[in-house]
């Protein structure tokens, strides 16, 4: 028997489970807040930034939203806090914090 990948929860036997999972039912980070994982918190200056948007596109998880070619704070529901934007900003701009 297998299980709907959306219906796994903490009571779903492992007997249930297809190996690898992913085998018969893919998804993205879109479906899941995953910022929740993040041990480190980027906060964004938005008085520092230069608009320069280096940020964006490093980040890996696409959580630095762009709108009418300026960045907007942080998707904090998808930002895992992996600090490449804060080290790619030349201006100080985005500052890592410990913590959620």
Not at 26 to 53: I, M, S, Y
Request: overall charge negative; proline content about 5%; glycine content about 8%.
């Amino acid at each position: 028997m297998r299980t709907d990948v959306h219906k796994i929860n903490e009571h779903t036997s492992h007997q249930d489970l297809t190996e690898g999972l992913m085998m018969f039912a893919g998804g993205t980070a879109k479906e899941f807040c995953t910022g929740e994982w993040r041990t480190n918190t980027p906060v964004f200056h938005e008085d520092l930034c230069k608009q320069c948007l280096l940020c964006a596109p490093v980040c890996p998880d696409g959580s630095i939203p762009v709108k009418d070619s300026r960045r907007l704070d942080f998707d904090y529901d998808h930002c895992k806090g992996c600090g490449i934007c804060a080290k790619v900003c030349p201006f100080q701009a985005i500052e890592m914090k410990e913590g959620r």
